[in-house]
């Protein structure tokens, strides 16, 4: 089956360490998306990539990095910088949807990282 | 610069009673909308979508929603709750007039269901 798959499904982090995100999809997409969810205040993209080898800052990249050398694969890497890092992490891929903005954006099943 | 308001973050209808969950969305070009839906610790998932033509659409689940383009509103509807709904639903538009493809999300609204 296509889709997309997030990993671990939780995840505790002491602070001070740096701690990686997994997110794979078979769905042969172009595009990747990493956002952040906390209670009340929807998604917010952290950063996307359009194509291999490169990627964009989105609304809240500080404390966050990530690399985009497979196709398939946008792993997250959440940062000591990052200050409140604890939420609900969220991946998403789409067709290039710069060429095909009509594209929905499919999700994984997301990351629940706490900070101990 | 695009937007979207989820009007009511929380939701409360009776089984069987209709359900309407409002969007408002500002965009300085045509946009094309959508809504998801996101049950407990899940990802999101596409309910409907709203690219060109018809203006009622409709979507999984029974839901429809429809393109007001003169009220810039976008609500979701259905006509009979099921206790299956209860979740959270987010309202997002696309995003720029060069469009890299970015999506807009509205805050959400959580939809209980009462029995």
């Known amino acids: 089956d296509g889709g997309i798959t997030q990993s671990p499904k939780y995840l505790f982090r002491k602070e001070g360490q740096n701690v990686t995100l997994s997110c794979e999809q078979n769905?042969?997409?172009?595009?990747m998306y990493w956002y952040r969810q906390d209670p009340g205040q929807g998604l917010r993209l952290i950063y996307y990539s359009q194509i291999v080898n490169d990627f964009q800052k989105g609304d809240i990249a500080e404390g966050y990095s990530v690399s985009r050398e497979k196709k398939e694969s946008f792993p997250l890497t959440v940062t000591s910088a990052q200050k409140n890092p604890t939420a609900f992490y969220l991946c998403a891929s789409s067709i290039d949807r710069a060429a095909h903005p009509h594209n929905e954006q499919f999700f994984g099943p997301g990351t629940r990282l706490t900070v101990l | 610069a695009q937007s979207v308001t989820q009007l009511g973050s929380h939701v409360s209808v009776s089984e069987g009673a209709l359900v309407l969950l409002r969007c408002n969305y500002s965009?300085?070009?045509?946009?094309?909308l959508f809504w998801y839906v996101q049950y407990p610790n899940q990802g999101l998932q596409l309910l409907l979508k709203?690219?060109?033509?018809?203006?009622l659409v409709k979507g999984i689940n029974g839901f429809e929603a429809e393109f007001k383009k003169s009220e810039t509103s976008f609500h979701l509807t259905k006509p009979s709750a099921h206790m299956s709904d209860a979740a959270e639903y987010f309202c997002?538009?696309?995003?720029?007039?060069?469009?890299?493809?970015?999506?807009?999300f509205g805050q959400g609204t959580t939809l209980q269901v009462k029995p």
């Open positions: 709203y690219t060109t033509g018809a203006t």
């Open positions: 965009s300085s070009v045509p946009p094309y």
């Open positions: 997002a538009v696309t995003r720029g007039t060069g469009n890299t493809g970015k999506l807009i």
């Open positions: 769905l042969n997409h172009d595009a």
